[in-house]
């Protein structure tokens, strides 16, 4: 056997070992988030002049619609008119403004305290659009609300106490939401990747008493921890977890309320989901070229640093599965039958992989009593399945983030708008259609991955060309 086989195979091992951990980390959260006990939140009891002063923030950029609709919604949130203010931060482009400006005030009460503000430039994006709203208030707690969501009536009256009543505590995050869940397939997916997130993955974090990151939107945050962690900084494309983690390591302390549902709209094409993803991979990847060696300085006991820099580095799971495949395509290419111990560990961090992924999901609908509902199965396998057809594009955005500080934020298309960056998936359909052709001719542990590859790679490629795959509607007049 060649010395460079060897090299390779040993590479692969090592991958294949970093692969192993991040699963073992789902397996385990799944399990605390199943045995563990819950954490009680304390709650003030708050009313009349005891009640804070609390700043709403509406960051939107040529949303169109939602953002009337969110700011609607932010209206009529349950606090007295003089504890409350509402800011609609409007990043979008300037000839839009008077008639945003228009259409929002039309739907706001004339008692409640609304400012549209526009900055004029994008500098830092969304983090940047945060940082300049604070600069206009003096608010002690800070309420975010993406324009895709609509807070509930009561979200202010169940979040606020909890941050008056623990100073210790950062921010309070609610969980998501899907209103468009039952779109279509690609939708329906995404809700169970969401809910395990949330019900399974955020929780399991808090009750070990581990950071928990802030998800961006339906959360409330004390000004003293913005503040206090350096505020929102527009080095990375995922100001909420950068944040998080820099309150983190500062001694403050994050909370999710999983009983608080704020609905949110899914993106409903590939392109659109492709082009979230992209964003948030890379912008995790930013988050842990900047703070992991922080993390390893801070005084924190090392499980606790081990577990903290898994988290922030999930993101490499797609990079790694890249680079997995390309060495076991040229191995094969070389003719080199594997050293068992490779394939053996192949083998296992198959299984390994496979069965923490499928616990995660199920447990993530289980714990949301969702597991009876119609078209469970199916869901949970297109949730294995579709992710996988990222690998291309979130590798990409993985190499983009280290090679690179160019900062180029692009949103995700709202529900039923048009994706402008030209994706027609046109690589992932290439790999998904030449991937087969190797499985075929493998005889190792890799044959099984290639095929599961090559079917989200087919599945997504596809759905850039076609339409996203409908389900029937439930009620075709929501639609």
Known sequence: MSGLSLILQSVLGCILVVLALLSAQLGTLALVRAFAPGRRIRHAHLSGDALPKVLVQLPVCDEGRLAVRVAAAAAQLDWPPDKLEIQLLDDGRAENHDALAQAVRAVVPPEVKFHVLRRGARTGFKAGNLAFGLNHSDA???????????????????????????????????????????????????????????????????????PISFNGTAGVWSRDAIDDGGGWTGDTLTEDLDLSIRCALRGWRGAILSDLEVPGELPDTAAAWRAQQARWTKGHAQVARKLVPEIWKSAWPWWQKAAVTLQVCQFGFYTLAALSALISLTLMYMGVVYVKAVADLGLLVTGLGLCASLGYLWLGQAMLGRQDEPNFLRSLLLAILFPSGL??????????????????FNRTPKAGAVYAGGWRGSPELAAGLLLPVFALAEQAWSAPFFVFAAAGLLAIGGMGWTSALQIPARDAASK
């Open 391 to 408: 690998v291309l594009s979130n590798a990409r955005a993985t190499y983009e983030a280290f090679s690179s500080r160019e900062m180029v």
């Open 140 to 210: 002690p707690y800070v309420a975010i609300f993406d324009a895709d969501f609509v807070p509930p009536r009561d979200f202010l009256r169940r979040t606020v106490p909890a941050l008056v009543a623990d100073s210790g505590l950062a921010f309070v995050q609610a969980r998501w939401g899907h209103a468009n869940r039952e779109a279509n397939w690609l939708t329906a997916a995404q809700g169970f990747l969401l809910d395990s997130h949330f019900a399974v993955e955020q929780e399991a974090r808090f009750r070990m008493g581990l």
